[in-house]
């Protein structure tokens, strides 16, 4: 009886102890997503059932219900994402177009005495088709109206800077629509023109002695001078005169180029300043443009059959790159072009080199042609292709077709014909203008060999 008692009484606080210790009290402190729930809790399943051990047999949730999808709000979410879709597309457009006036701005501006606001913006319009957009019939089209707005105004001189420069530019871009007379007439109408203001000057200089190179370029920032103004003139007319079989007058216009420029040299030489950066810039682009009008003078020479001068003048083209590369080593403080980032002496000594191996082909002198194709096909493909100007493509492209004569001279009729394609192809890809001179060619080269 006594130990019934006592075991009675065990069991009494053991089972109170287990009361005390249990549901909240027992997790007292333990966040309630951490708890494990008790047995017993959970939702009893009636007698002869268990629940379902395969998921498919479990009642599904019904998520859809939250978000009702309607054509109502497909439409609200397709006209959101494309509303967003064209704010960004307009900012992107706004950007570019702020960015670019700019750009322009900075790197080609407009002359001050063109207080107009409209002609000012149809010469911006003109600088970006002629350079960053090209297209010679818009940039036309612009500079013909402000031409016409400037004179309507008269907020310009007739014999201006800036209304010649206008000229030159519209007779650039006619040459380069295939109307050379129109250009070549312009030109020779401007030239007493430019001429006069050069020697109005004193041969570009200022009373300082400074020359008009002093704010003609700044780190690559053009602005029109007269004597910057006869080069490109200079230019543009000898090229327009080439292409139309005007050689005498060709000579003659690239002639007075170089006569300016080395005129435009002296005037630096006399007031160089070595502490100053831009000037080491201006005496380079001066070299550059020599080297471009020599390079033009003697594919004239070439031309008329007067190899031998023709192949001084190259020469001494490439002996200006090399003291280019040199100066450049020894003073880093020229700088590029900062309007195109492109180096405009590259493909320069290139381009002579295969006008030595075409004068060497001529006079039927094959293996001293192949050292001169082999530097110059090295130097225009040094260079990615969109780092490249224009000329190293024609470069190339001419290159392949003097290895075609190579091979020509050689009797391998089947390797001539490979190269005039490639020549042709190559052309072709990336938009030379020498294409369709090198696709007659490579078709006249096909047809001979038919006829054999």
């Not at 960053?132 to 818009?138: I, Q, T, V, Y």
Request: charged letters at 25%.
């Amino acid at each position: 009886m006594q130990r019934s008692v006592f075991a009675l009484s065990r069991q009494l606080l053991s089972a109170r102890r287990v009361r005390w210790y249990s549901d909240d009290k027992l997790f007292k402190g333990v966040p309630k997503f951490t708890r494990v729930q008790p047995k017993g809790s959970r939702k009893a399943v009636p007698i002869g059932k268990s629940e379902p051990s395969n998921l498919s047999e479990r009642p599904e949730v019904d998520t859809g219900s939250r978000i009702n999808i309607s054509a109502k709000n497909v439409g609200i979410i397709v006209l959101a994402g494309g509303a967003a879709i064209a704010c960004i597309g307009l900012v992107g457009v706004a950007t570019y177009y702020v960015t670019t006036y700019f750009y322009l701005k900075n790197l080609w501006p407009v002359p001050a005495d063109v207080e107009s606001s409209e002609a000012r913006n149809l010469l911006y319009k003109a600088t970006y088709y002629e350079h960053l957009s090209p297209n010679k019939d818009r940039a036309l089209s612009a500079l013909e109206k402000a031409l016409e707005l400037l004179t309507v105004q008269g907020s310009a001189s007739p014999d201006s800077v800036t209304v010649v420069d206008i000229k030159v530019r519209i007779a650039d871009c006619l040459s380069g629509l295939g109307r050379r007379e129109e250009a070549i007439e312009l030109l020779y109408q401007v030239l007493p023109t430019v001429e006069g203001l050069v020697d109005s000057k004193g041969e570009g200089l200022s009373k300082d002695g400074s020359g008009d190179m002093a704010q003609s370029e700044y780190y690559g920032v053009h602005i029109a001078s007269a004597e910057s103004v006869l080069r490109r003139l200079a230019m543009v007319l000898g090229q327009t005169c080439a292409a139309s079989s005007r050689f005498d007058e060709a000579k003659r216009a690239f002639s007075i180029g170089l006569q300016t420029v080395k005129r435009t040299k002296r005037n630096m030489a006399r007031s160089f300043d070595s502490e100053d950066v831009t000037k080491y810039t201006d005496y380079d682009d001066l070299n550059q443009e020599e080297a471009e009008l020599t390079v033009q003078l003697a594919k004239v020479f070439y031309d008329t059959g007067d190899s031998q001068v023709a192949a001084t003048l190259f020469q001494g083209v490439i002996s200006a790159v090399k003291q280019h590369r040199a100066q450049l080593e020894l003073a880093p403080r020229i700088i590029g072009d900062m309007r195109t980032f492109k180096d405009k002496w590259l493909c320069l000594d290139a381009l002579a080199m295969t006008y030595l191996a075409r004068i060497e082909l001529d006079n039927g002198n094959a293996s001293a042609a192949m050292p001169w194709i082999e530097v110059a096909r090295k130097i225009a493909n040094d260079m990615p292709i969109h780092k490249q100007p224009p000329r190293c493509v024609d470069c190339e492209a001419s290159l392949l077709v003097q290895l075609g004569r190579v091979a020509e001279s050689e009797g391998n009729f089947k390797r001539a014909l490979l190269r005039y394609r490639e020549a042709s192809e190559y052309a072709r890809i990336f938009f030379s203008d020498l294409h369709s001179e090198l696709h007659a060619n490579a078709k006249r080269f096909e047809l001979e060999q038919g006829q054999v």
